[in-house]
């Protein structure tokens, strides 16, 4: 229901785009979110992005990463500059509706590494 794509090999300082499109089975989207787990840690939220298009983020991603929706198209976007090696992670959706059903996607896997 949630399908995420962009995400592949760079290297640090490169940039990447990962988008995640929710099926036509899923409405009244409220909240829109990408989480990254890496090798060993737990799940964390890297951005988040409201119906009304205030954000938030990790502090570490702050000022490199940018998130953002087309509601029409029912999609998510975050745009990763200046990616580190740290970055490194497997990167997830999640979508949750106005009566609070969440739907993650299957995630896309970002290596940074030169």
């Known amino acids: 229901q949630l399908q995420a794509s962009g995400g592949g090999l760079v290297q640090p300082g490169g940039s990447l785009r990962l988008s995640c499109a929710a099926s036509g089975s899923i409405f009244s989207i409220n909240a829109m979110a990408w989480h990254r787990q890496a090798p060993g840690k737990q799940r964390e939220l890297v951005a988040l992005i409201t119906s009304g298009g205030g954000t938030n983020y990790a502090d570490s991603v702050k000022g490199r990463f940018a998130i953002s929706r087309d509601n029409a198209k029912k999609t998510v976007y975050l745009q990763m500059n200046s990616l580190k090696p740290e970055d490194t992670a497997v990167y997830y959706c999640?979508?949750?509706?106005?009566?609070?059903?969440?739907?993650w996607g299957q995630g896309t896997l970002v290596t940074v590494s030169s």
């Open positions: 999640r979508v949750v509706t106005t009566i609070s059903t969440a739907y």
